[in-house]
C-alpha cells in the first residue's frame, strides 16, 4: 500500500480555524495483512463487496439499513487484484443518484436502543464510542461530510461551527476540510451545549487512509488516529469535562438517526472519492485495536478456492490437500461444507495417520496443512466416484464452495471359490445334485476360467449360461469353462454327479477358478467330499 505524505499543514484549514496537527508517516506495511480486531464493533460496512446498493454487513446489533436510499454513489466496477470494487462519491452520477446516501436507521428499533443507545452506555460518564474508515479522496480543495450521523433538526451553520451556535443539532461529522480530516461531535440540545474537534493532515488526493475516531470517556484521552498515528482533540468552545464526557445525543442514534455518506442527509456539502470501509465502536479502540486494523487494511478479499479432480486407487486410502489463495491472507479456516456423496472423509492426525470421521457439513478441517483423507467403500472404484465441497474463511469473510471430484482407479480382485461345507451324498449309478458349490469376484465384469474335476465320479452341468472350453458339461469328469462370476454361478448350481465306483466308496470334487490377471498358477480352490453308496 502506498500512503500519503501527512507533513504539510492545511493553509485552508487553518484559515477555517480548524485546529490541526500534523505529522510524518512510516510508509512500511506487512505483505501479509492480519485479521481485523472487532471487539466492541457494533457495524461493519465493507464497500468493497457489496452488490448494487446493498452493503455487505457483519454487525454485532442491528444497525442502519444496509440497502442506500437516494444514492449519489456508484459502485465500482471491478478493480485489478489486489483491490476490489469500492464505493465511489461524485458529483456527477451516472444514473439512479440524487442527493444524498442515506442509510435509514433500524426498524423496528433494536431493543438495546430504548435503554442505552445504540452506540454509547447509559452511564453518564461512560460515553464512549468510536468509528473507522478506510477512503481516498479525489482531490484535496473540497470542503465536504464524508460521513453524518445527524439526530436533530439541521442547522445552518453547524457545518463551519467553531463557534458553537446554537442551532439545535446533534451530529456526529466526519469532514474533509482542505487536506485536514476533521471529526467534529455536537450536542446542542441538551441541558449544557458543546461542541468538539478532532482534527489532522495533509491529504493527498489518491493516497490511502485509515481513519479512527476514539472517543474517550475521560475526555482529554480521546483521540484520533490517521494511519496509525494519533492526534489529540480538542473542545471548542472550553466547557466541563462532566458535559463532553456525557455525550448524550449518541445514546438515541439507534432510534432516530440516520447515517448519510458523501454528503449531509439533503445533499448539502457533498464529499468526492471512494469508501471501503465503515465501522461503528460502542467503546473507544485501544491504540493497539487500531494498529491491528491499520494492519489488516482497508477491505478484505475474499478468499479464492477452486474446484479439482483427483485420483486414488481402489482399497487405498487417498490424501487430499485442500488450498485457498488470498494476496493478503495466508492462513484459513477449511470447512467441509457438503460431505461426500460416496465414501468417507477423515481428517488428518499426527504421522499423518486418520484421524476422526468428517460426517457434518459445515466441519472444520484440522490439519494445519488443509490435508483430509478420503476412503472409497471397498472395493469401489469409478470415473467421478464422489464429489465434496469445501470454503475458506480469512477470520472476515467466507469464499464461494469449491467442488472435489474424486475418481477412483480399479485394483485386479483375485476370485475365489467356495465348496459345500456338509457332506455329499450318492449311490452309484444315479445322478444327485451336489449343491453348495460358488466362485465370487469384487470385479463382477471380469470373464473367470472356472474348472471341475472329480475322480472317480461323472460330473454334469447345464453349459447354457457359459462357454465351454474343456468338456461339453455331460458326464465329464474334468470340465473347464468361462464366464462371468453371476453366469459361472447360475451353471453351478445346477451340477449333478454320479458315482463310477460299484463298490462305493469317497470322492473328492474339485472347483478352481482364476481370472486373466492372476492366471491359472494363482488359482483358487475348494474342494468337497462326496460319499458314494454301492450298488446292489
Not at 442527493?99 to 428499533?109: A, E, L, N, Q
Request: one cysteine or more; aromatic letters at 8%.
Amino acid at each position: 500500500r502506498v500512503h500519503g505524505d501527512l507533513t504539510r499543514p492545511s493553509e485552508h484549514a487553518m484559515r477555517h480555524g480548524v485546529v490541526g496537527v500534523f505529522f510524518a508517516l512510516a510508509l512500511a506495511a506487512s505483505a501479509v495483512m492480519s485479521a481485523r480486531n472487532s471487539a466492541s464493533q457494533l457495524i461493519w460496512y465493507q464497500f468493497s463487496e457489496g452488490t448494487g446498493t446493498t452493503i455487505a454487513e457483519s454487525s454485532a446489533t442491528t444497525g442502519w439499513s444496509t440497502t442506500m436510499s437516494n444514492a449519489r454513489a456508484n459502485w465500482v466496477v471491478a478493480q485489478s487484484s489486489p483491490e476490489p470494487r469500492g464505493i465511489e462519491f461524485s458529483v456527477a452520477c451516472s444514473s439512479n443518484c440524487a442527493t444524498g446516501s442515506v442509510f435509514p436507521p433500524p426498524s423496528p428499533t433494536p431493543a438495546a436502543a430504548t435503554t442505552s443507545g445504540f452506540m454509547v452506555s447509559s452511564a453518564p460518564l461512560d460515553s464512549e464510542f468510536g468509528l473507522e474508515l478506510w477512503l481516498r479522496t479525489s482531490n484535496t480543495s473540497q470542503n465536504a461530510l464524508i460521513a453524518d450521523v445527524a439526530l436533530g433538526a439541521a442547522g445552518t451553520n453547524e457545518f463551519d461551527d467553531s463557534a458553537c451556535s446554537s442551532d439545535p443539532l446533534r451530529a456526529l461529522m466526519v469532514k474533509q476540510v482542505g487536506d485536514v480530516v476533521v471529526v467534529r461531535f455536537i450536542d446542542k440540545s441538551s441541558a449544557t451545549s458543546f461542541c468538539s474537534v478532532c482534527s489532522t493532515g495533509s491529504l493527498v488526493a489518491g493516497a490511502l487512509y485509515h481513519i479512527v475516531l476514539a472517543k474517550s470517556a475521560t475526555y482529554g484521552a480521546s483521540l484520533i488516529y490517521v494511519n496509525g498515528a494519533s492526534a489529540a482533540c480538542t473542545a471548542v468552545p472550553s466547557v466541563t469535562p462532566s458535559t463532553l464526557n456525557t455525550f448524550s445525543a449518541m445514546q438515541t442514534v439507534g432510534s432516530n438517526g440516520y447515517l448519510s455518506l458523501g454528503s449531509r442527509r439533503n445533499g448539502a456539502h457533498p464529499w468526492t472519492g471512494r469508501l471501503y470501509m465503515l465501522a461503528f465502536f460502542n467503546n473507544a479502540p485501544s491504540a493497539g485495536q487500531v494498529a491491528t486494523n491499520y494492519a489488516a487494511g482497508p477491505y478484505n478479499v475474499v478468499p479464492s478456492v477452486a474446484s479439482f479432480s483427483i485420483t486414488g486407487v481402489e482399497d487405498t486410502t487417498l490424501l487430499i490437500t485442500l488450498n485457498a489463495t488470498d494476496p493478503y491472507d495466508s492462513v484459513f479456516i477449511l470447512r467441509i461444507s457438503v460431505t461426500p456423496s460416496a465414501g468417507s472423509l477423515y481428517q488428518v492426525a499426527a504421522g499423518p495417520t486418520r484421524g476422526a470421521q468428517i460426517t457434518a457439513a459445515g466441519t472444520a478441517v484440522t490439519d494445519p496443512s488443509g490435508r483430509v483423507f478420503f476412503e472409497a467403500a471397498a472395493n469401489a472404484n469409478g470415473l467421478n466416484y464422489a464429489t465434496f465441497a469445501f470454503t475458506a474463511e480469512d477470520g472476515e469473510a467466507v469464499s464461494p464452495p469449491a467442488t472435489v471430484t474424486v475418481s477412483i482407479n480399479p485394483v485386479n480382485d483375485a476370485p475365489t471359490a467356495s465348496a459345500p461345507t456338509t457332506l455329499q451324498t450318492n449311490t452309484y449309478g444315479i445322478q444327485s445334485a451336489i449343491t453348495g458349490f460358488s466362485v465370487a469376484d469384487n470385479d463382477t465384469a471380469d470373464v473367470l476360467t472356472v474348472s471341475l474335476h472329480a475322480s472317480s465320479g461323472l460330473l454334469t452341468i447345464d453349459p447354457s449360461t457359459v462357454i465351454m472350453v474343456v468338456g461339453d458339461g455331460v458326464d465329464d469328469t474334468a470340465m473347464r469353462f468361462r464366464a462371468v462370476a453371476s453366469a459361472a454361478n447360475t451353471a453351478l448350481a445346477t451340477l449333478k454327479y454320479e458315482g463310477l465306483a460299484p463298490a462305493g466308496g469317497s470322492d473328492s470334487v474339485v472347483l478352481s477358478v482364476f481370472d486373466d490377471t492372476v492366471g491359472a498358477a494363482a488359482a483358487a480352490r475348494a474342494t468337497a467330499t462326496v460319499t458314494v453308496t454301492g450298488g446292489c
